[in-house]
Each structure stands twice: as structure tokens, then as C-alpha cells.
Nanobody, 119 residues
Framework: RVQSVESGGGSVQPGGSLRLSCTAP????????MHWSRQAAGKQREWVSWISSDGITTYDVPVKGRFTVSQDKARDTVYLQMNELKPEDTAIYSC?????????????WGQGTQVTVSA
């Protein structure tokens, strides 16, 4: 089971930017992809983005064109660059590897990092 740790959250004004990091030791050598999700207070978890081990990326519609996911395999780290942030982006952002239960890439959502967007 791969354990991921997120960092980089904070408070920004609308229109600002943040870069989140997700470190998951071993995920690169296991050829795993990585999901990002977010959960706002009182709401269900919402999928945000995915990057494959080969660097293919997908995004949910609300963040497409504003968020960019990338990876640094040497550091076993995936990044989520968030630009043009909006108040509705406020949430706890988490990551996890994309494997099925029992596979080398199976992972749990991390503790998350808080992102707050307000004027």
C-alpha cells in the first residue's frame, strides 16, 4: 500500500496561485499514476486530476485550463500547479496512487493540505 503525503496548501486571494506537492515513496518505481481530489467543508470528495506514469494527464471540467499536474520521478513527487484560483476552489486537497486493491499501486488518500481562496 502506497502512502502519500501532501503539502503546499495555504491562503490566497482570488486570482492567485499555489503549487501543491504529493510525495509517495516508491510510486515511480512501481509505475503508478496519481490522482488528486479535493473535499470542501460539508461536501463530498471531488476528483480533480490524474497523471499516468507516462505523463498523460486528465482534469475535471471546473479546473481544466487553470490547474496543471506534473511529476518529478527522481523525487517520487507529483505537483498540482493551481492558477487563477477561485473561492470555490477552497478545499482540502489530497492525492493517492491509482492502483486497484491488492496491486502494487494501491494507495489511500493522504491527510491532505488545506487551500483557502478568499479576498
Amino acid at each position: 500500500r502506497v502512502q502519500s503525503v501532501e503539502s503546499g496548501g495555504g491562503s490566497v486571494q482570488p486570482g492567485g496561485s499555489l503549487r501543491l506537492s504529493c510525495t509517495a515513496p516508491g510510486f515511480t518505481s512501481a509505475n503508478c499514476g496519481m490522482h488528486w481530489s479535493r473535499q470542501a467543508a460539508g461536501k463530498q470528495r471531488e476528483w480533480v486530476s490524474w497523471i499516468s506514469s507516462d505523463g498523460i494527464t486528465t482534469y475535471d471540467v471546473p479546473v481544466k485550463g487553470r490547474f496543471t499536474v506534473s511529476q518529478d520521478k527522481a523525487r517520487d513527487t507529483v505537483y498540482l500547479q493551481m492558477n487563477e484560483l477561485k473561492p470555490e476552489d477552497t478545499a482540502i486537497y489530497s492525492c493517492k496512487t491509482d492502483g486497484l486493491t491488492g496491486s502494487p499501486c494501491f494507495g489511500d488518500w493522504g491527510q491532505g493540505t488545506q487551500v483557502t481562496v478568499s479576498a
